[in-house]
């Protein structure tokens, strides 16, 4: 059964201003608010391509008003409008010092009753922009993105797709629905600073710990993986293969593929540091097969060994597979009243009294775990005998990986073998009393196991299934990397590059599905109080990502403002021209500041791309709470802050790791060692 309306009966108001606040408002709507847009004659709008805002990919199927924002009656007409809405998305014009004006946006919201969402580059309260009114271009040069993306040469590349615009208006909406669980708990409003740097600064979290140990350069990598050999787009006879192996026992795979089994004993090939230390071979290697075989061919003979493998497929044709839906919805057969609203005088945090269960490793449900905690969640984390595989991976702070400490801290940790009967049936004891369970697995992995949705909806109706799968619960069930997943569903057809294929720097498929599935869940439990029956949420990274990339579509055009990167003496400069306009070769023997300054007197709009550790020292970056330290004077390992603002409610910013199995005895009665 079809699943409507987590959000009925909530009305919102998009003023219309820069994209992301157009996502964040199709995003409620889609989850079943109304939502009205209003256009302002006289608002300044966002340093953004007029055609994003005309696209279908902003469009709502609610009612449309335009208002004359110099008539005498427009602030009656306002004022009317916003009564009778629980949620009002602005964007506060910005200043010509950068500094967004929110006084001339948030006149007459009573954030005491409402909830704004207030949609802006760095933040309401920033005292020294580092731009003014970035587009998403300039955004990518100083966030981060580019620092990250960019060709095994060095060079930098643009993703031609508003990614961190789109993270943003998700994150808007999760931080909207959130601040509407303490709205209807407490009668409290509050005002949402949603700055679109601070996304951009979550999305840094793989490379975190790298930064902070003192690797902070060399990031770009073109489609090549930095521990694993091989994994990359290798030329076929008719286009190209991505090939991603992640054990020893692919490669063995992969050489007999090839016709080469003496490579899986060679000393130089045969394990995965001695590959990586000769990538340039084995791509060489790899690539003299593929260039024999045709792309499905090498993608059949691939996929019968389980090597994770794609192809680079283009936008126009991720378009005609149709409207991609990030997250399908069902509800199960009510089997208990549902449950009233409790009140409470004062605001809790949004998440609070909510117990979730989190299954799987790395990046995509854990971080969406932590972001849950982070709003006040009890997050429970389930690992296998021995812990999760990132809880060694380099580097380390006090025994403790960087990188699971930026996906895990403020969880609690159980051991459980849930191949087990006594694994499983602790965790159906763990089932019980849980308002939701959060996995990210391949696609029927849980099932097989006897843990399926239809299983747990008979012991826990409530419960909210919530699972994270490359191409959902009904799709394929093959290996979903990331780097695949970007080929697939388009986003590397979108970075332009003379020497092949690039992959987005950051995780974006893992990512999409990680900012996208706490919007669900805190949806979803608003839905089962309403209704009393339990929501299942099938969560594909595949068409979270084809979704992103919609401003692409159907023809393929491009999407962001004419650029160019350009070379100087100690950098790189992005500057918003097409590189025919300008002769730009002068720029190699120039500082990256006087370039742009150059430009400038030229009237093109330009600024040096930031490598990750400039990021790091952006004063916007190490504002208070950003960037959180386990211990005083910057000790202990790092976590970076969730990336949403609450003036009642602040997010929890907790740091510590659990040990593994930390809270068996607690949570099942047993030990870790006696739990499996």
Same mark, same amino acid.
């Given at each position: 059964?079809?699943?409507e ?8 108001i998009?003023?219309v201003?820069?994209?992301?606040g157009?996502v ?15 256009v302002?004659?006289d ?7 007029? +055609?994003w805002?005309?696209?279908?990919f902003t469009e709502?199927?609610?009612e ?13 007409q306002w004022?009317a ?6 949620i009002?998305?602005v964007?506060?014009?910005i ?18 009753r409402?909830i704004?969402?207030?949609?802006s ?28 993306t960019?060709d #095994?040469?060095?060079?930098?590349a643009?993703?031609?797709?508003p990614i961190?615009?789109v993270?943003t208006?998700?994150?808007a909406a999760t ?11 407490s &009668?409290?409003g ?6 679109v740097?601070?996304t ?6 793989t ?5 902070l140990?003192?690797?902070t350069?060399? !990031?770009?990598n073109g ?12 030329? =076929? ?11 020893? /026992?692919?490669?063995l ?19 995965a540091?001695?590959?990586?230390a ?11 097969w593929?260039k ?5 061919d ?24 149709? +409207? ?7 509800? /199960?057969?009510?089997?208990k009243?549902?449950?009233p609203?409790?009140? !409470? ?10 117990k ?13 775990g932590?972001f ?7 997050? #429970?984390?389930?690992? /296998?005998?021995?812990g ?5 991976w380099?580097p ?10 930026n996906?895990?801290?403020g969880?609690k940790?159980?051991v459980?073998?849930?191949?087990s ?5 602790a ?5 019980k ?14 099932d ?9 909806l ?5 419960l909210?299934?919530?699972? #994270? ?18 080929a697939?569903?388009g ?21 999409a599905a ?8 805190i949806?979803?439990?608003?839905q089962?109080r309403r209704?009393?029956a ?6 594909a ?16 055009d ?11 003496a100690d950098?790189w400069v992005? @500057?918003?021209c097409?590189?025919a306009?300008?002769?730009l ?5 120039q ?6 300054? +150059?430009?400038?007197g030229?009237?093109?709009? @330009?600024?040096r791309?930031?490598e990750?550790?400039?990021?790091y ?7 208070? &709470? ?24 602040? =997010? ?8 593994? /199995? ?7 009665g047993?030990?870790a060692?006696?739990?499996n």
């Amino acid at each position: 059964m079809a699943q409507e309306g987590s959000l009925a009966g909530v009305k919102v108001i998009e003023r219309v201003g820069r994209l992301a606040g157009s996502v964040c408002a199709g995003r409620l709507e889609d989850l079943g608010a109304q939502v009205i847009r209003v256009v302002v004659s006289d608002d300044p709008l966002p340093n953004e391509p007029t +055609k994003w805002r005309d696209h279908p990919f902003t469009e709502v199927k609610g009612e449309q008003l335009e208002l004359d924002g110099t008539s005498d009656d427009f602030a009656g007409q306002w004022a009317a409008l916003v009564d009778t809405a629980a949620i009002v998305i602005v964007t506060p014009p910005i200043a010509v010092d950068g500094k967004a004006q929110a006084d001339a946006m948030l006149t007459g919201l009573d954030t005491d009753r409402l909830i704004v969402c207030a949609m802006s580059p760095f933040g309401l309260d920033v005292a020294d922009p580092p731009l003014v009114d970035p587009g998403e271009v300039e955004m990518q040069a100083i966030s981060g993105l580019l620092a990250t993306t960019g060709d #095994i040469n060095g060079i930098p590349a643009i993703v031609d797709l508003p990614i961190l615009e789109v993270f943003t208006g998700v994150n808007a909406a999760t931080a909207s629905v959130a601040a509407l669980r303490v709205q209807e708990t407490s &009668g409290c409003g509050q005002l949402l600073d949603m700055a679109v740097f601070d996304t951009c600064f979550t999305l840094t979290g793989t490379f975190l710990g790298k930064v902070l140990s003192g690797k902070t350069r060399g !990031f770009r990598n073109g489609c090549r993986h930095p521990l694993v050999s091989p994994w990359n787009a290798y030329q =076929t006879r008719d286009g190209r293969v991505i090939i991603c192996t992640t054990s020893n /026992g692919n490669w063995l795979d992969l050489t007999t593929i090839m016709g080469r089994p003496e490579l899986a004993d060679d000393p130089d090939y045969a394990l995965a540091a001695s590959r990586i230390a000769n990538v340039q071979k084995v791509d060489e290697l790899v690539g003299d097969w593929t260039k024999t075989e045709t792309t499905d061919d090498a993608l059949a003979k691939l996929r019968e060994r389980g090597i994770p493998c794609g192809t680079v497929a283009e936008t126009t044709s991720v378009a005609q597979m149709g +409207k991609a839906i990030p997250c399908r919805r069902s509800a /199960g057969a009510a089997a208990k009243a549902p449950q009233p609203q409790p009140r !409470f005088e004062t605001p809790t945090q949004p998440c609070a009294g909510v117990k979730i269960l989190e299954v799987g490793p790395y990046t995509a449900g854990p971080l969406a775990g932590r972001f849950l905690g982070n709003l006040g969640a009890e997050m #429970i984390k389930v690992e /296998g005998t021995g812990g999760e595989d990132s809880r060694l991976w380099q580097p380390l702070v006090d025994g403790v990986s960087c990188y699971f400490a930026n996906y895990n801290a403020g969880k609690k940790s159980v051991v459980l073998d849930l191949r087990s009967e006594q694994g499983k049936a602790a965790f159906l004891e763990l089932v019980k009393t849980a308002d939701a369970l959060l996995f990210n697995l391949k696609a029927g992995a849980l099932d097989r196991m006897g843990l399926g949705a239809g299983d747990l909806l008979k012991i826990n109706p409530r419960l909210i299934y919530c699972g #994270i799968s490359g191409y959902g619960f009904n799709g394929s069930d093959r290996p979903a990397l990331d780097t695949v997943i970007q080929a697939e569903a388009g986003v590397i057809s979108r970075i332009a590059s003379d020497s092949g294929p690039i992959k987005g720097g950051f995780s974006i498929a893992d990512l999409a599905a990680a900012h996208i599935a706490p919007l669900e869940i805190i949806a979803a439990l608003r839905q089962v109080r309403r209704t009393g029956a339990g929501v299942v949420l099938d969560i594909a990274m595949y068409d979270t990502v084809a979704w992103m990339g919609e401003l692409s579509w159907p023809d393929g055009d491009q999407v962001l403002p004419p650029n160019t990167i350009v070379q100087t003496a100690d950098g790189w400069v992005v @500057a918003l021209c097409a590189a025919a306009n300008l002769d730009l070769s002068w720029a190699k023997t120039q500082p990256g500041n006087v370039v742009v300054e +150059k430009l400038s007197g030229k009237d093109i709009r @330009a600024t040096r791309m930031l490598e990750l550790d400039e990021v790091y020292d952006l004063n916007v970056a190490k504002r208070n &709470g950003l960037l959180i330290f386990e211990k005083e004077n910057r000790g202990g390992n790092a976590i970076i802050s969730a990336p949403y603002s609450f003036s009642r409610t602040p =997010t929890l910013k907790p740091c510590i790791v659990p040990e593994i /199995g930390a809270d068996n005895l607690e949570l099942t009665g047993a030990r870790a060692a006696d739990a499996n």
